[in-house]
């Protein structure tokens, strides 16, 4: 008969310790993702940032509503005047700012809308897509961003001119109806933002290049869309040298308009602010409209990158 010994049991006091995975170091710091308090300082930082922002337009304001006499003394006034719908009439009425600013919308609106349109397919191609000579030909449209526009000046004058569109709002329209900046932004954007995931998916759906760019680019680009759109309409809007040489007098935008209000041999003062004020209202009105759009689609492209 076999005797079987019992088993022992762990002596009193003594832990058996099990075997336990090294613990994984997070990335993150403590207190990652919580919203920051900003202290007196970064207060007292924004209001001087903020300050110093609207005080060229506050000053226009000024400026706007008193006399020339008044604007140019040796103490000038630090608060708006009662000639501000006086100057304001008389600018309007001086440069004829209500066709101007009809030029404007029209041009500064056609070339953003084109310049979304094109940079967007443009960037998506240089970032997604496999072709030879892709690396060459992004390089090549970043150089371009190191020519100065005024070497471009003489030839695409001439060209504008055998086109028969001299004095045109289609001279000022065309040649910018797509920039190298965009494309470099929205490229670099749609590298980081666009995974190849999705469209492998929407190719296997049976989706073709066109089907891809509408329902999977776009959405995924609407951030950088907006920023680009807001850039390109705020340049569009200020732009000045080249409408000045191409358009004329009788069919002017906004910019060119305002710069018939100082071309005179004593210009009034006061008349060219309120000019000035005219010309920058439109911008308010779209930041204000579209500015919860811009800073959600800012902060929409951040979280996804």
Same mark, same amino acid.
């Given at each position: 008969?076999?005797?079987t010994?019992? =088993?022992?049991?762990?002596?009193? /006091?003594v =832990?058996?310790?099990? !075997?336990?995975a090294?613990?994984?170091?997070?990335?993150f710091? &403590?207190?990652?993702?919580?919203q920051? #308090?900003g202290? &007196?300082?970064?207060?007292?930082?924004?209001?001087?940032?903020?300050?110093?922002?609207?005080?060229?337009?506050?000053?226009?304001?000024?400026?706007?509503? !008193?006399?020339?006499?008044?604007?140019?003394?040796?103490?000038?006034?630090?608060?708006?005047?009662?000639r501000?719908?006086?100057?304001?009439d008389?600018?309007?009425?001086q440069?004829?700012?209500?066709k101007? +600013?009809?030029?404007?919308?029209?041009?500064?609106?056609?070339?953003?809308?084109? =310049?979304?349109?094109?940079?967007?397919?443009?960037?998506y191609?240089?970032?997604k897509?496999?072709?030879?000579?892709?690396?060459?030909?992004?390089t090549?449209v970043?150089?371009?961003?190191? +020519?100065?526009p005024?070497l471009?000046?003489?030839?695409?004058f001439?060209l504008?001119?055998?086109?028969?569109?001299g /004095?045109?709002?289609?001279?000022?329209?065309?040649p910018?109806?797509?920039?190298?900046?965009?494309?470099?932004?929205?490229?670099?954007?749609?590298?980081?933002?666009?995974?190849?995931?999705?469209?492998?998916?929407?190719?296997?759906d049976?989706?073709?290049?066109f089907?891809?760019?509408?329902?999977?680019?776009?959405?995924?680009?609407?951030?950088?869309?907006?920023?680009?759109?807001?850039?390109?309409?705020?340049q569009?809007?200020?732009d000045?040298?080249?409408?000045?040489?191409?358009l004329?007098?009788?069919?002017? =935008?906004?910019?060119?308009?305002?710069g018939?209000?100082s071309?005179?041999y004593?210009?009034? #003062?006061?008349?060219?602010?309120?000019?000035?004020?005219?010309?920058?209202?439109p911008?308010l009105?779209?930041?204000?409209i579209?500015?919860?759009?811009?800073?959600?689609g800012?902060?929409s492209?951040?979280v996804? /990158?």
């Open positions: 008969m076999t005797m010994s019992p =088993t022992k049991a762990p002596a009193i /006091g =832990t058996r310790t099990a !075997h336990r090294p613990r994984r170091t997070s990335r710091k &403590p207190g990652a993702g919580k920051l #308090q202290g &007196p300082f970064a207060y007292v930082a924004l209001a001087v940032v903020g300050i110093g922002s609207l005080l060229p337009l506050y000053w226009t304001l000024v400026a706007a509503s !008193h006399t020339q006499d008044e604007v140019l003394a040796s103490t000038p006034p630090f608060l708006p005047g009662g501000l719908m006086h100057n304001l008389a600018a309007w009425s440069a004829h700012l209500g101007a +600013i009809v030029n404007s919308v029209i041009v500064s609106s056609c070339i953003t809308a084109a =310049t979304l349109f094109f940079c967007t397919l443009a960037g191609a240089f970032a897509m496999r072709f030879r000579g892709r690396n060459g030909l992004m090549a970043v150089a371009t961003l190191t +020519i100065p005024q471009s000046v003489v030839p695409l001439m504008m001119s055998d086109i028969g569109w /004095g045109n709002l289609e001279s000022v329209i065309f910018t109806l797509v920039s190298a900046f965009g494309v470099f932004f929205m490229r670099q954007y749609l590298s980081e933002a666009l995974p190849y995931e999705l469209i492998e998916a929407a190719k296997i049976g989706a073709n290049n089907r891809i760019v509408m329902s999977v680019v776009l959405p995924v680009a609407r951030p950088a869309m907006m920023v680009l759109g807001m850039l390109t309409f705020v569009a809007w200020n000045f040298f080249w409408p000045y040489l191409a004329n007098q009788q069919n002017p =935008t906004l910019q060119v308009a305002l018939q209000l071309a005179s004593t210009p009034d #003062q006061s008349i060219v602010m309120a000019g000035a004020l005219i010309s920058t209202l911008l009105v779209v930041f204000v579209f500015g919860k759009q811009i800073v959600g800012i902060m492209g951040a996804k /990158g």
